[in-house]
């Protein structure tokens, strides 16, 4: 009658026992990692489909995830997210609002992109180069995004949110102090 009390006491320890989180990196860029960091140490996720688990008192283990366990495990959790953002770029020459012919061919992708979704938030963010005075390249980026912004509402625009903004100088994408970079002088468009 003694087992009775220890196999009781074996089913709570093992019930115990299980993970008391998960860390899935489900997709990742080259270069892109997640790192779980517990008490007993870290463990670094990098490739795409792999599980940590965290077990009480820091321990944790990882493992890979076949494409198969990742949809019967995480599946509906999955299918619930949103979908990925995606950003557009619109290049100006030095001073100007105007779109060129590229521009003109990026916008038509976009405003297909933004039909397709249900629900839309357009983030636009207008840039400078790194050349002439701060205050002109802030009227400046955000005269871009504000162009832009009004070329997106004619050409049919519907978006439940729309944000824009202008960094002026502030965040290039090439750091070139004092020359006319053309990657610089842009609008990027987010659109989630």
């Known amino acids: 009658m003694r087992c009775a009390p220890l196999l009781v ?3 709570l320890l093992a ?3 299980g993970p008391r989180e998960r860390v899935v990196l489900v997709d990742a860029q080259p270069g892109e990692q997640v790192t779980v960091t517990t008490t007993r140490g870290t463990q670094t996720l990098s490739a795409p489909g792999t599980m940590a688990e965290v077990f009480a ?3 944790t ?3 890979p995830l076949t494409p198969e366990a990742l949809e019967r495990r995480f599946g509906a959790f999955l299918a ?17 609002t105007a779109l060129d012919a590229a521009g003109r061919e990026t916008l038509a992708q976009l405003l297909t992109e933004v039909g397709r979704r249900v629900v839309v938030e ?3 963010t207008g840039h400078t180069d790194q050349t002439g005075d701060a ?3 802030d009227r400046l980026s955000l005269a871009r995004a504000e162009a832009l912004r009004l070329l997106l ?6 978006a439940t949110f729309v944000r824009v903004v202008g960094m002026g100088s502030r965040a290039p994408l090439v750091n070139a102090p004092g020359q006319a970079e053309a990657r610089n002088r842009r609008v990027e468009v987010l659109v989630r």
Do not use: I, K, S
């Open 15 to 17: 019930a115990c026992a």
């Open 80 to 96: 619930g997210q949103p979908e990925a953002g995606r950003v557009f770029t619109f290049y100006f020459a030095t001073g100007t």
């Open 122 to 124: 357009v983030e636009v």
């Open 61 to 63: 283990t990882t493992a």
């Open 153 to 158: 509402w004619q050409g049919g625009l519907t």
């Open 9 to 11: 006491l074996c089913v």
């Open 57 to 59: 008192g820091g321990r």
């Open 135 to 137: 205050a002109r390249n």
